[in-house]
């Protein structure tokens, strides 16, 4: 039978709209779907058929009248559990709140439900998203995240459930969110497409905090159209959500048609990262480079001189331990699953302000002498991770710990700006591959362009798991 | 003042970072900072040189910081908006 969730957003909608489908059958077959294979996954924290049905009624009755609110319009989608839910448990990967529950709805979820969507899960995460300092794959209270494509492999983190279930095929979309890897690092281990939008660019509020100053909410789906419609959705720079007073540029429409600029695409290729990653990500490396060479230029760079992880990592350190002091002086973090999350951030608890303060001025040094370089170019790229995902008996010390030399991703996150990262193959063991394209603060819609131009020239993001879901609704 | 040979801490962590030594100074006064204040939360030696490891490397990364030159001018990024409530009907004119 048919996978009922088959297809992208823009699919989705049509057949909607058609009668070929409606919210209500979409809703019952992500439910189902979510508690066969996304429990056996690990991938889900709470299912929420209640809400999920209510709201699938609704997007019914509206079109019924008429009321159409967009491409969303009935499509199911899962959130990381860290994003509040009003009266359903946000439990933020941790054993010590799985009781937690807030009257209130996160930012995002109040968009996507103006938007017609539907919520039918809280999805899995890492505990506390990482920020205790977590070594090993299995560091959360509903168990290490389990790879779509391999459930013996790590599905990354911190937005684990995300990037798992979307691969799956569980739900067309989920919401993750990103301090330094959170989407990028499960989506390419998983295959699929996720977008790391600009600081600020989509609110906060409503979302656990970990690092005030490097917190992003974006968007996980199987292709940059679909992340370019949920990322249109989500948007919202609201003062309560956002650090920066000062409106960002607005977004373009997501038409879906790929817009190159006159004279093609410049990207940036950060060819040391591509040297240093395992030989098979290399090569889909290289071949993604000869996809892009098809409707851009490429130039090799190198980033501006600069302690881009030193900074990040002293920035989130500081403000986490200030985050979770009570958390820590409560005991709570004795609850949490890792045994070295348990005393995570104690060391963090002395750390000097000066050494903070340093870090937040190299930043803004950092950040200029990074933007003076994505101004020539509409993207750098570079391997998103330089392996697969480890297996989830491997201590992350054998992989994250090596030398790794240049990364988008400390750079990017000290400095809030996007990128999106793309399948682009499988490697060892058969698992998947991506690269990223990191571009300036707020040129998202740059980084979906080139993506979907990407797309539209390979088929990587239409791969799914032989496991994936092909469950039908009750 | 100049530090003398640098040293590295845990023979058999070959991660730990080499610290100078006033940098060892700094990160065993942290430590002895987490332990008066958090000791009853370290279950035992290993908990204790967990911590003391990961110290260690946030010492190593301020030293990398400190190894950007910055002017005194160079302000850090922090968003400070002074607080004032939206204005009311009611207000009063002084």
């Excluded at chain 1, 009266?87 to 996160?106: E, M, N, R, Y």
């Excluded at chain 1, 509903?142 to 391999?150: E, H, I, L």
């Excluded at chain 2, 040293?7 to 006064?29: E, H, K, M, N, Q």
């Excluded at chain 2, 002017?71 to 939206?86: G, K, L, S, Y």
Aim: overall charge negative.
């Amino acid at each position: 039978m048919s996978d009922p969730l088959s297809g992208g957003i823009a699919d989705l909608a049509a057949r909607i709209r058609s009668g070929a489908t409606t919210p209500t059958r979409l809703a019952e077959a992500a439910l189902a779907a979510l508690e066969a294979d996304g429990r056996r996954l690990n991938a889900v924290v709470t299912l929420t058929p209640d809400l999920a049905l209510a709201e699938a009624a609704r997007a019914e009755a509206d079109l019924a009248a008429g009321i159409d609110r967009g491409p969303l319009h009935g499509i199911p989608y899962g959130a990381k559990d860290l994003l509040a839910t009003a009266g359903i448990p946000t439990a933020w990967g941790a054993g010590p709140l799985k009781d937690q529950v807030f009257d209130h709805d996160a930012a995002v979820v109040e968009r996507l439900r103006a938007a017609g969507a539907t919520l039918v899960a809280k999805l899995a995460m890492v505990e506390i998203a990482g920020g205790f300092g977590y070594e090993q794959a299995n560091a959360s209270f509903t168990g290490p995240g389990r790879n779509a494509w391999d459930a013996d492999a790590w599905a990354g983190g911190s937005s684990s459930g995300s990037g798992a279930a979307v691969a799956a095929g569980l739900v067309p979309y989920a919401i993750g969110s990103e301090t330094w890897g959170s989407i990028t690092t499960p989506a390419a281990f998983n295959g699929i497409t996720g977008l790391r939008p600009t600081y600020g660019r989509v609110s906060r509020r409503g979302a656990m905090a970990l690092s005030w100053t490097m917190d992003k909410i974006g968007p996980m789906a199987r292709s940059a159209d679909d992340c370019g419609l949920v990322l249109a959705a989500i948007a919202d720079p609201d003062s309560a959500g956002s650090a920066r007073g000062d409106r960002p540029p607005a977004l373009g429409a997501s038409t879906q048609v790929v817009s190159a600029p006159a004279g093609g695409f410049r990207f940036g290729v950060l060819r040391a990262a591509v040297a240093a990653a395992d030989p098979a990500v290399a090569a889909n490396a290289e071949a993604a480079l000869a996809v892009l060479a098809e409707v851009g230029t490429l130039v090799d760079v190198e980033l501006p001189d600069f302690p881009y992880a030193a900074a990040a990592s002293v920035i989130v350190l500081a403000e986490a331990a200030a985050a979770f002091e009570d958390f820590i002086a409560d005991g709570l973090a004795a609850g949490l699953a890792a045994p070295e999350d348990r005393v995570g951030l104690l060391d963090a608890q002395t750390l000097p302000a000066v050494d903070y303060l340093r870090a937040l001025r190299l930043r803004r040094l950092a950040g200029c002498a990074l933007d003076a370089l994505l101004a020539r170019y509409d993207a750098i790229v570079a391997p998103t991770l330089l392996f697969v995902a480890p297996p989830l008996s491997a201590p992350f010390a054998s992989y994250f710990g090596r030398d790794a030399g240049p990364s988008l991703g400390a750079a990017g996150n000290l400095c809030g700006l996007p990128a999106i990262t793309v399948p682009t193959g499988f490697g060892d063991r058969g698992l998947p591959t991506g690269l990223e394209l990191m571009g300036r603060a707020f040129g998202e819609d740059r980084l979906l362009d080139a993506a979907r131009a990407y797309q539209a020239r390979t088929d990587w993001h239409t791969r799914r798991p032989p496991s994936a879901a092909t469950t039908t609704p009750p | 003042m100049s530090d003398p040979e640098p040293t590295r801490s845990g023979a058999t962590d070959p991660d730990a970072p080499t610290l100078s030594p006033t940098a060892r100074a700094v990160a065993d006064a942290r430590l002895a900072a987490v332990v008066a204040r958090h000791g009853h939360r370290l279950a035992d030696n290993e908990d204790r040189a967990r911590v003391g490891r990961a110290i260690e490397r946030q010492v190593d990364l301020a030293e990398q910081l400190r190894r950007v030159p910055l002017a005194n001018h160079d302000e850090p990024e922090i968003d400070f908006v002074p607080f004032r409530a939206p204005d009311t009907d009611t207000e009063t004119t002084l």
